[in-house]
């Protein structure tokens, strides 16, 4: 079992910056894949990144690619996401998800435990 806890959502001005963070509960989180997914009002919640148990191996979307940075730090039981060159599209919830069978996926069935997510807004 994995509790998880996002932080460090706010409101941005495009092109500026946040960092995010997720604190994980349990003794197994460097076990576990982690994602970061996101959900505007009136879509579907979408991936952003992924990265597997030890950080060496991380995947982006495209529509993030070279703008957010995913990163973990299994001492301290945490997962990031630093976002840069925020735009308002950006602008949603952000939630961070654990995955036991480390895949890496993309898609958000395949994570079993979720945090209560972060808003992230970004105004133009």
């Known amino acids: 079992q994995v509790q998880l806890v996002e932080s460090g959502g706010g409101l941005v001005q495009a092109g500026g910056s946040l960092r995010l963070s997720c604190a994980a509960s349990?003794?197994?989180?460097?076990?576990?894949?982690m994602g970061w997914f996101r959900q505007a009002p009136g879509k579907e919640r979408e991936f952003v990144a992924t990265?597997?148990?030890?950080?060496?191996?991380?995947y982006y979307a495209d529509s993030v690619k070279g703008r957010f940075t995913i990163y973990r730090d299994n001492a301290k039981n945490a997962v990031y996401l630093r976002m840069g060159s925020l735009k308002p599209e950006d602008s949603a919830v952000y939630y961070c998800?654990?995955?036991?069978?480390?895949?890496?996926?993309?898609?958000?069935?395949?994570?079993?435990?979720w945090g209560q997510g972060t808003q992230v807004t970004v105004s133009s």
């Open positions: 990265i597997n148990w030890s950080g060496a191996n991380t």
């Open positions: 349990g003794r197994t989180f460097r076990s576990y894949a």
């Open positions: 998800a654990a995955d036991h069978s480390g895949s890496m996926s993309t898609m958000d069935y395949e994570y079993e435990f």
